[in-house]
């Protein structure tokens, strides 16, 4: 199994609907994070996470909200999904600040 | 706030060329790490090299080495003797300690295109 797992792994849905994207890690670690990548601007934060009570708002968390259910499942939802949502989604744990990151496969999202 | 630059948005060279990708941080503090990941077209990111703040010492492994150069802010990275399977999307990325900024901010990437 891959350290970082993230369901699924595509999927279109049309505007206004909620979606939820899941991440679950296998590494033992506390953090947590999610990241948007768009062409051109490599990746921003959205949300990160450094506990399951400690929940902190990225770079771009407008329109996102997420839950940390467990150590190991960080979730990220959109609750009313807009076209400029549209993007690679990635999940990612780390030990620490400085041990880098182990990233998911991506999420492929469209929003039409 | 803390930035990196990667100007180069597309590069492309023939196989067996030397390349150099550059990167261009920011940032206040005196301790952090600067990474390098790869994105193959596949889509995932892969780790290749955790460089920090203290450590000017270049790295080599194999055809990959990495320039560190505090004096100017840059971790340039080049890859010799480039192959096909190098074509990726190569990303550069800082991380401090302090406040809310314990965590890693990336640039925007450059597109490495090797042809045969």
């Known amino acids: 199994d891959a350290d970082v797992t993230q369901t699924p792994r595509n999927r279109i849905t049309k505007t206004g609907k909620r979606i939820m994207l899941e991440c679950s890690q296998t590494?033992?670690?506390?953090?947590m994070y999610w990241y948007r990548q768009d062409p051109g601007l490599g990746l921003r934060l959205i949300y990160y996470?450094?506990?399951?009570?400690?929940?902190n708002k990225g770079e771009i968390s407008d329109g996102y909200s997420v839950s940390r259910q467990a150590q190991a499942k960080f979730s990220l939802s959109l609750e009313s999904a807009i076209p400029n949502q549209t993007a690679l989604y990635f999940c990612?744990?780390?030990?620490?600040?400085?041990?880098?990151?182990?990233f998911g496969s991506g999420t492929r999202l469209t929003v039409v | 706030a803390q930035k990196v630059t990667q100007a180069q948005t597309e590069i492309s060279v023939v196989e067996k060329e030397d390349v150099t990708l550059d990167c261009v941080y920011e940032t206040r503090d005196t301790t952090y790490y600067l990474f390098w990941y790869k994105q193959p077209p596949s889509g995932e990111l892969v780790f290749l090299i955790r460089r920090n703040s203290f450590d000017e010492q270049n790295e080599i492994s194999g055809r990959y080495s990495w320039n560190f150069q505090k004096s100017t802010s840059s971790f340039n990275f080049t890859i010799t003797a480039s192959q096909v399977v190098d074509s990726a999307v190569y990303f550069c990325?800082?991380?401090?300690?302090?406040?809310?900024?314990?965590?890693?901010?990336f640039g925007s990437g450059t597109q490495l295109t090797v042809l045969p």
């Open positions: 990612a744990t780390s030990e620490a600040v400085n041990y880098g990151y182990t």
């Open positions: 996470s450094f506990d399951v009570k400690d929940i």
């Open positions: 590494k033992g670690h506390d953090r």
């Open positions: 990325a800082l991380t401090i300690f302090s406040g809310s900024a314990r965590q890693l901010t």
